[in-house]
C-alpha cells in the first residue's frame, strides 16, 4: 500500500489555514454579535480581537505539536498520545458524525441559499444542489491531494481579494465612521455584560472556526518543522486583521444601529454603499467562500479516520491509500456520504450544527496534550517551542472550558437548546460502546 505523499508546502498549509476559517462565518454574523452586546461597538470589537487571540494561542501550541510530530491525523495524535486512545477516539467519532460533517453539510446548505440569491431554486433543487456540491468537492480530493491544494488555493486567494477591495469600497465611501465614537461603550455591566460576552464569543469563535484542521494534514506538508510555526502564526494574524478590517468596514457602512439590525449585514452594507444590484457580488463572495471551507474540510478531516483506521479503531477500509491517486480514498468518500445525508436531513441537520461547540472539548484537550508529551520527551530535540510556554497552551486551554461550559450554562437555562446538549451527551455515551467494539475486532485471536 502506498504511503501519503507529502506534497503541502507553507505557500499551502498557510492557505489552507485562511480558507479553512473563512466560510460564511463575517459575512453574516457581526450583526447578531452586536445584538447579543446591545449594540455596543467596544466590546464588540473586543470580542473579535478577543477570539483572534484565542485562535492565536491555540495555532501557536499546535504548531508546536504538529512541528514535533508531524503525522496524519494532527490533533486526533495529539490527543492519543497524550492522553491515551479513548479521548482520542471519541474525538475522531464526534468529528466523523457531527464536527466535520455537520460543517461540510451546513457549509454545502449556505452555499445553495446564497445561489438561491441568484438563481431561483426550490427545495427540493437545494437540496439536489447541496449534494451536488460535495458530490464535487469529494471528487476533486480523491483525484488528488495537490489537485484539491491547487482548488483550496485559488478559491481562498479570491474570496480574501474581494473581501479586502469590499472593505476598501465600504470604509471609502460609507458615511458613518463618526457615529461609532458614541456607540463604544455599553449600558450592560456586572454578570449581565459577562454573560453577555460569552455567548457572544460563541459566535465569535464559530467565525475563527478550522484553523486547527490544518494540522489533520501534518502527513502530507514538506518540511512541517517550519512550514507548521509560519503558516499558522502568519495566518492567525492575517485573519484576525481581515475580520476586524471588514467589521469596521460594515459599521462605517451602516452605523451602529443599522449594523445590529442586521441579519444579513455584508449583503447590507453593500447594497447601502454601492446600490442593490451589487448584493450579487456579496452572494458570489460566499458561493466561493463556503465552497472553499468545505473543500478544506474534507481535504483534512479524511486524515483522522486514516489515522485512526490505522490503529484498528476504525473500518479497516478507511486506512487504504489509492494506489493511483494516493489519497486516502475510502475516508474521504465516507465523509463525503455522511455530510450529504446530513444536508439532506433538514431539521436535524439544524441540530447537528447546534452541538458542534463539543468539538472546543477536544481542542482544549489537544492543547493540554503539550503538557504530558513535553514530559514524555524531555532530552529530545523540539524543532519549534511556542512562546510563552506553559502560559500560551494553558490560557489556550482554559479559555477553551470556559467556551464550553458557557454553552452547557446556556443549554441548561435555555430548553431549545437543552436538545444541543442531550444530543451531545448521547454522541459520547455512543461512542463509548463503539471504542470497546473496535478495540475488541482489533485484539488478537487466542
Aim: proline share 5%; aromatic share 10%.
Amino acid at each position: 500500500m502506498p504511503p501519503l505523499l507529502r506534497t503541502l508546502r507553507l505557500r499551502d498549509l498557510f492557505l489552507l489555514f485562511i480558507g479553512s476559517v473563512i466560510g460564511s462565518g463575517i459575512f453574516l454574523t457581526p450583526g447578531l454579535i452586536l445584538r447579543q452586546l446591545n449594540g455596543s461597538v467596544g466590546f464588540s470589537l473586543l470580542v473579535w480581537i478577543v477570539g483572534g487571540t484565542l485562535s492565536l494561542l491555540g495555532a501557536l501550541t499546535y504548531a508546536e505539536l504538529a512541528a514535533t510530530n508531524p503525522e496524519a491525523g494532527g490533533l486526533y495524535c495529539f490527543i492519543r498520545d497524550g492522553f491515551g486512545r479513548i479521548p482520542a477516539f471519541l474525538y475522531g467519532w464526534c468529528l466523523f458524525l457531527v464536527i466535520a460533517s455537520g460543517s461540510v453539510a451546513a457549509l454545502a446548505r449556505a452555499f445553495t441559499e446564497h445561489l438561491a440569491e441568484i438563481i431561483p431554486l426550490s427545495a427540493v433543487g437545494k437540496t439536489v444542489l447541496s449534494v451536488a456540491m460535495i458530490a464535487v468537492v469529494t471528487a476533486v480530493n480523491v483525484w488528488g491531494t495537490r489537485k484539491s491544494s491547487n482548488l483550496q488555493n485559488w478559491t481562498t486567494l479570491v474570496k480574501v481579494g474581494i473581501i479586502v477591495v469590499l472593505s476598501a469600497i465600504l470604509l471609502s465611501l460609507g458615511r458613518h465612521a463618526g457615529d461609532l465614537p458614541a456607540a463604544l461603550g455599553t449600558t450592560q455591566h456586572g454578570v449581565g455584560l459577562l454573560s453577555s460576552f460569552g455567548l457572544a464569543m460563541i459566535s465569535v469563535l464559530w467565525a475563527y472556526e478550522g484553523w486547527q484542521f490544518g494540522t489533520y494534514s501534518a502527513g502530507e506538508v514538506v518540511n512541517p518543522q517550519r512550514a507548521f510555526p509560519r503558516a499558522f502564526l502568519l495566518g492567525s494574524i492575517v485573519l484576525a486583521g481581515l475580520y476586524l478590517v471588514a467589521v469596521v468596514a460594515y459599521l462605517v457602512a451602516l452605523g451602529p444601529a443599522g449594523a445590529t439590525a442586521s441579519n444579513t449585514i455584508a449583503s447590507t452594507s453593500v447594497g447601502v454603499v454601492i446600490g442593490r444590484r451589487a448584493e450579487i457580488i456579496v452572494a458570489l463572495t460566499i458561493l466561493i467562500s463556503t465552497f472553499s471551507a468545505a473543500n478544506s474540510v474534507i481535504l483534512t478531516a479524511p486524515r483522522v479516520f486514516y489515522a485512526m483506521a490505522n490503529d484498528n479503531l476504525f473500518f479497516k477500509k478507511l486506512a487504504e491509500v489509492h494506489p493511483r491517486f494516493q489519497t486516502p480514498a475510502a475516508a474521504i468518500v465516507a465523509l463525503g456520504v455522511w455530510s450529504a445525508v446530513l444536508a439532506c436531513a433538514g431539521k436535524f441537520a439544524e441540530l447537528i450544527g447546534g452541538v458542534i461547540f463539543i468539538g472546543w472539548i477536544f481542542y482544549g484537550l489537544g492543547a493540554a496534550a503539550i503538557f504530558p508529551l513535553r514530559r514524555a520527551g524531555q532530552g529530545l530535540p523540539i524543532p519549534y517551542r511556542v512562546p510563552g510556554y506553559p502560559w500560551t497552551p494553558l490560557l489556550f486551554v482554559l479559555a477553551a472550558a470556559a467556551i464550553v461550559g458557557n454553552a452547557i450554562v446556556v443549554a441548561l437555562l435555555d430548553p431549545k437548546q437543552f436538545v444541543n446538549l442531550a444530543i451531545a451527551i448521547a454522541l459520547f455515551v455512543l461512542g463509548v460502546p463503539a471504542y470497546f467494539f473496535w478495540r475488541k475486532r482489533a485484539a488478537p485471536a487466542p
